[in-house]
C-alpha cells in the first residue's frame, strides 16, 4: 500500500486568494490524482498529474483554475486559484501502485477541506 | 466503463453480516468490480476487487453473479465502525500506468448497536 499525507488538512481562504495543496505518497507510485468532493456528494476527478509535464485535466476542469505540478514520483501540488464559495470542498490526493498481489488499487489520501467565506 | 446502480442507503445491526448489492448490466468482459468505502472525514478506502470469481479478504467478501451483471459485498460481522459509504466502481484493470476510478453515489451503510 501507499501512505498519502496532505498539507494543509483544512483551511479557511477568503474569496479572490489562491491555496496550494501539497501530496506526498512514501514510495513511489506511477499514477497521481486531484479528486474534488463537494459537500454532500461523491468524489469528481480534476485531473491526472503527470511527472515533468502537463497535467491532464477532465471536462470542466481547466488549469487556469486548478494548476497542478508533479515534479518527481512521490510529490505533487494543486492549487486553487482565484477561490470563490463555490470552491468550499475537500480535495483529495490519490495514487495508483503496482503490485503483484494486489493488481491496481487507488489509495487516497486524506483530503484537504477547503472553506471560502 | 460501465454504470453501476446501488440503493441509496442501508441499515445494518451490529454483529450481522451487511450484504450490499450492485448492479452493473452493461459491464464488459474485461471490466473488474470494485468495492471502496469512505468513512466520514475520510479518503475513500480500498475493499476489494474481482473479475468473476467470488473473492474474500480479512475485511469483505465479494460475491458476482454467473452472469456478472450484479455483485453482492459482503461484511460478515457489521461492526459501528463500519457505518460508511461504500462504492461499487467498474473499471477495466489497466494496470497502474492507467486508468482512474470514477465514482457513483455509492450506498450510506448505517451500523446500529
Known amino acids: 500500500s501507499a501512505v498519502i499525507s496532505q498539507k494543509p488538512s483544512r483551511d479557511i481562504c477568503q474569496r479572490g486568494t489562491s491555496l496550494t495543496i501539497q501530496c506526498q505518497v512514501d514510495?513511489?507510485?506511477?499514477?497521481m490524482f486531484w479528486y474534488r468532493q463537494q459537500p454532500g456528494q461523491s468524489l469528481t476527478l480534476i485531473a491526472t498529474a503527470n511527472q515533468g509535464s502537463e497535467a491532464t485535466y477532465e471536462s470542466g476542469f481547466v488549469i487556469d483554475k486548478f494548476p497542478i505540478s508533479r515534479p518527481n514520483l512521490t510529490f505533487s501540488t494543486l492549487t486553487v486559484s482565484n477561490m470563490s464559495p463555490e470552491d468550499s470542498s475537500i480535495y483529495l490526493c490519490?495514487?495508483?501502485?503496482?503490485?503483484?498481489?494486489?493488481?491496481?488499487?487507488?489509495?487516497f489520501g486524506p483530503g484537504t477541506r477547503l472553506t471560502v467565506l | 466503463d460501465a454504470k453501476t446502480t446501488q440503493p441509496t442507503s442501508m441499515d445494518c445491526a451490529e454483529g450481522r453480516a451487511a450484504n450490499l448489492p450492485c448492479n452493473h448490466s452493461?459491464?464488459?468482459?474485461?471490466?473488474?468490480v470494485y468495492w471502496y468505502r469512505q468513512i466520514h472525514s475520510q479518503g475513500p478506502q480500498y475493499i476489494i476487487h474481482g473479475l468473476k470469481n467470488n473473492e474474500t479478504n480479512e475485511m469483505a467478501s465479494l460475491i458476482i453473479t454467473e452472469d456478472r451483471k450484479s455483485s453482492t459485498l459482503i461484511l460478515p460481522h457489521a461492526t459501528l465502525r463500519d457505518t460508511a459509504v461504500y462504492y461499487c466502481i467498474v473499471r477495466g484493470n489497466y494496470g497502474g500506468s492507467q486508468g482512474n476510478l470514477i465514482f457513483g453515489k455509492g450506498t450510506k451503510l448505517s451500523v446500529k448497536p
Open positions: 514510495s513511489q507510485v506511477t499514477m
Open positions: 490519490s495514487v495508483k501502485t503496482r503490485t503483484s498481489q494486489a493488481g491496481n488499487e487507488q489509495f
Open positions: 452493461t459491464i464488459s468482459g474485461n471490466e473488474y
